[in-house]
């Protein structure tokens, strides 16, 4: 029989993330840091909105793009936040979660052999996008000592003449990375420098906790160099509504709009309708789910500096970065101890890039009860680890 599989996607390596956890799933008495998934419930004024729109009959198409009621409110939002206007007719789309705006945005932008830029540490998806996009994945790695903010010093030696797409992956996942306008004023001048795109996924910008969020879409010269990319499974809590938007040049969007009308139709109808009620009247709780994330990092930069394990200080999305190179032991096999000996689950660095070894991923997006157990578990293996070295 012939070979039914796309040699393109077997050589697609599965998800590090999950991997990890289908293990861990299995195990009792798991104390899971590991999944990027809020543990507040979505505010009830969503949940009332999308249960009403079910009751009233709305479960029918809406328009490709998405309602135009909700691609207004982006737009009002993004206006009052990231202060860059868009045209809710021409330059918003509604899409099935903030990843499926990443495929869409990376097949319409690239032609076979145009190369992209890929900050690592990072979120798993971009660079297994590039490829199925039949693009070339140009790995750029962010460095520890500059708090894996992205410079131009790591892009210089990266840019050619086949470049021409810049993913910026800010407030990051893994390292809860933030870049500041001083930080990206540099990186704007360079994309238009090199005449490069801008893909930028601002999914935590909800989430940042040194001041307000900066998009690189608000710098002169790049709104129309840049696809903002958003969504609502993170600062609004609505992981499994599967609502994502995004927003930028029309010559883009329109195609974007064309590829996601023949491979999805539109976003789910009760999820927009939800959407539209979190856009205008849940700010304050969203307020609140970000204060007591900030207190859930500030615990665990207090607790790891106590038990002297090594750790920059993120102020963006709900992860920590830890590093465990003091041990000489990979990622993975930190992780696994960990979980086998002390039952925490954490993500090992390397699921996002091979830069990432020597370090883990921990989420704070559970409850401080958890937060204090898992360090308990944390702190009596990494003193066994020491103890050992010390023989």
Same mark, same amino acid.
């Given at each position: 029989?012939?070979?039914?599989?796309?040699?393109?996607?077997?050589?697609?390596?599965?998800?590090?993330?999950?991997?990890?956890?289908?293990?861990?799933?299995? @195990?009792?008495?798991?104390?899971?840091?590991?999944?990027? &998934?809020?543990?507040?419930?979505?505010?009830?004024?969503?949940?009332?909105?999308?249960?009403?729109?079910?009751?009233?009959?709305?479960?029918?198409?809406?328009?490709?793009?998405?309602?135009?009621?909700?691609?207004?409110?982006?737009?009002?939002?993004?206006?009052?936040?990231?202060?860059?206007?868009?045209?809710?007719?021409?330059?918003?789309?509604?899409?099935?979660?903030?990843?499926?705006?990443?495929?869409?945005?990376?097949?319409?932008?690239?032609?076979?052999?145009?190369?992209?830029?890929?900050?690592?540490?990072?979120?798993?998806?971009?660079?297994?996008?590039?490829? @199925?996009?039949?693009?070339?994945?140009?790995?750029? &790695? +962010?460095?520890?000592?500059?708090?894996?903010?992205?410079?131009?010093?790591?892009?210089?030696?990266?840019? $050619?003449?086949?470049?021409?797409?810049?993913?910026?992956?800010?407030?990051?996942?893994?390292?809860?990375?933030?870049?500041?306008?001083?930080?990206?004023?540099?990186?704007?001048?360079?994309?238009?420098?090199?005449?490069?795109?801008?893909?930028?996924?601002?999914?935590?910008?909800?989430?940042?906790?040194?001041?307000?969020?900066?998009?690189?879409?608000?710098?002169? %010269?790049?709104?129309?160099?840049?696809?903002?990319?958003? %969504?609502?499974?993170?600062?609004?809590?609505?992981?499994?509504?599967?609502?994502?938007?995004?927003?930028?040049?029309?010559?883009?969007?329109?195609?974007?709009?064309?590829?996601?009308?023949?491979?999805?139709?539109?976003?789910?109808?009760?999820?927009?309708?939800?959407?539209?009620?979190? +856009?205008?009247?849940?700010?304050?709780?969203?307020? &609140?789910?970000?204060?007591?994330?900030?207190?859930?990092?500030?615990?665990? @930069?207090?607790?790891?500096?106590? @038990?002297?394990?090594?750790?920059?200080?993120?102020? %963006?999305?709900?992860?920590?970065?830890?590093?465990?190179?003091?041990?000489?032991?990979?990622?993975?096999?930190?992780?696994?101890?960990?979980?086998?000996?002390?039952?925490?689950?954490?993500?090992?660095? $390397?699921?996002?890039?091979?830069?990432?070894? %020597?370090?883990?991923?921990?989420?704070?997006?559970?409850?401080?009860?958890? +937060?204090?157990?898992? +360090?308990?578990?944390?702190?009596?293996?990494?003193?066994?680890?020491?103890?050992?070295?010390?023989?």
């Amino acid at each position: 029989m012939r070979n039914p599989l796309s040699k393109k996607i077997v050589s697609v390596q599965p998800s590090g993330i999950r991997r990890f956890f289908d293990v861990a799933n299995e @195990m009792e008495d798991v104390i899971s840091l590991g999944v990027g &998934e809020p543990d507040f419930d979505t505010p009830w004024r969503i949940r009332e909105e999308g249960i009403f729109s079910l009751e009233k009959g709305r479960t029918f198409y809406t328009s490709n793009a998405g309602l135009m009621e909700l691609r207004t409110e982006i737009c009002k939002y993004l206006e009052r936040t990231i202060h860059v206007n868009y045209d809710p007719k021409k330059e918003t789309l509604i899409t099935v979660g903030g990843s499926e705006a990443i495929d869409l945005a990376l097949r319409c932008m690239l032609d076979p052999g145009e190369e992209v830029l890929l900050p690592q540490p990072s979120y798993v998806s971009y660079l297994p996008c590039t490829i @199925m996009a039949d693009g070339v994945p140009v790995i750029v &790695e +962010l460095k520890h000592e500059n708090e894996f903010k992205l410079t131009v010093d790591d892009l210089k030696d990266k840019v $050619t003449e086949k470049t021409k797409i810049l993913v910026m992956p800010f407030p990051n996942n893994p390292t809860g990375s933030i870049m500041t306008k001083e930080d990206l004023e540099p990186i704007a001048k360079f994309v238009e420098e090199h005449d490069l795109f801008v893909i930028s996924d601002e999914i935590y910008s909800e989430l940042s906790y040194k001041g307000d969020h900066v998009s690189i879409a608000s710098l002169p %010269g790049m709104r129309e160099r840049t696809i903002v990319i958003n %969504g609502f499974s993170k600062g609004f809590a609505m992981t499994g509504w599967r609502l994502g938007y995004c927003c930028g040049p029309q010559v883009i969007l329109k195609q974007m709009i064309k590829l996601h009308q023949f491979a999805i139709m539109c976003a789910p109808t009760n999820s927009q309708y939800a959407a539209i009620e979190g +856009l205008r009247h849940c700010g304050d709780q969203v307020i &609140e789910m970000r204060k007591a994330y900030n207190q859930r990092r500030r615990f665990l @930069m207090h607790e790891f500096k106590r @038990m002297g394990l090594e750790c920059f200080e993120p102020f %963006g999305a709900f992860y920590v970065f830890p590093s465990i190179k003091e041990f000489n032991m990979t990622s993975e096999e930190f992780a696994t101890r960990l979980l086998y000996e002390e039952k925490v689950a954490v993500v090992p660095g $390397t699921a996002f890039g091979d830069c990432g070894e %020597g370090f883990l991923r921990i989420s704070y997006a559970y409850s401080l009860e958890d +937060l204090k157990a898992a +360090l308990e578990r944390l702190e009596h293996f990494i003193e066994k680890l020491r103890a050992e070295q010390n023989k």
